[in-house]
């Protein structure tokens, strides 16, 4: 039977069930509410204690007490039979966890190039694959699946028909595998932690070994070649002086320079976006011509 109380200190109104185990209220009422707020306030929310877990609080969606009681009791019961038989309280697929929890998180302990590789790895190949998945199902044998979609993504999956991608190769190398593997493992360890894993499954990336000559069909990796090098010169060379003011004109030319920089420097981009003034060192060429350029200390 529900138990009620009005004059809780918090709650507008209070009813219980299983010995304070649930919890069925409506929040203070706010004197400078907003329409929307309004009907919030009027629905019932939950707390619910189960053994071994923090109180959990939900929205019964609801304003009719009855179902609310009602809503609150099924889930209860269900959360504390998941929690009793080792399983997560809650279902979150992979796409709706890694966009709500995992890169707000990467985003505030991650570097801004480790945020960028999570973001495109995992939009593309690991939300393209686990993304509607519950967390939960996530095991070593959809893992093993995954790494064979993920060999054949460029040559017969999803990747053939992308337009979008600046560059790609036929088959992913063994050390981009191992920085993909790394990648999801941060993302499950997170949500194990989160309560949506109870156990993590054991990441191994098979040998692709035997693959290698037996899938060479597949689209040809391209490379700048001394026409490709030409082309481009001749075009930033002129494309520089356009633009419609003088800001553009500015914009372009400093454009010009990063490119043949790292055309010529061989630099990564994150590398090149990682100098400082003190690893660029000025020398004098000593071959009698009064000529200059610099050398570029990298530390990888």
């Not at 999956?157 to 595998?177: C, E, H, I, M």
């Amino acid at each position: 039977m529900a138990e009620t109380d009005k004059n809780y200190s918090y709650y507008r109104e209070k009813h219980t069930l299983f010995e304070g185990d649930v919890v069925v209220y409506r929040r203070p009422k706010l004197t400078a509410a907003t329409e929307r707020e309004r009907a919030t306030q009027e629905r019932w929310q939950m707390q619910l204690k189960i053994p071994g877990q923090h109180r959990i609080t939900k929205s019964t969606k609801t304003g009719n007490l009855g179902d609310a009681m009602s809503i609150a009791k099924e889930t209860y019961m269900k959360m504390r039979q998941r929690a009793e038989q080792g399983l997560p309280l809650t279902d979150m697929n992979f796409k709706t966890f890694f966009e709500s929890e995992w890169m707000p998180r990467a985003k505030t302990t991650l570097s801004i190039h480790r945020v960028k590789v999570h973001q495109s790895i995992g939009a593309r190949y690991m939300g393209g694959f686990f993304g509607g998945y519950e967390l939960a199902k996530i095991n070593e044998v959809l893992l093993d699946k995954y790494w064979e979609w993920r060999w054949t993504y460029w040559t017969h999956g999803p990747g053939l028909d992308d337009k979008t991608a600046f560059y790609t190769v036929d088959r992913p190398s063994p050390s981009t595998l191992r920085q993909e593997k790394g990648v999801l493992n941060q993302i499950l360890k997170y949500a194990k932690r989160r309560g949506y894993i109870n156990t993590l499954p054991i990441i191994a990336v098979p040998s692709m070994e035997g693959k290698q000559q037996r899938n060479r069909k597949g689209r040809e990796t391209t490379y700048f070649d001394e026409d490709d090098y030409k082309k481009l010169y001749l075009f930033l060379a002129e494309w520089q002086h356009g633009g419609r003011h003088k800001l553009h004109r500015f914009q372009r030319k400093m454009l010009r320079y990063l490119i043949m920089f790292l055309l010529n420097s061989g630099l990564r981009p994150n590398e090149a976006w990682q100098l400082t003034w003190k690893d660029i060192i000025p020398t004098r060429v000593e071959n009698g011509d009064d000529g200059r350029y610099a050398g570029v200390s990298v530390v990888i």
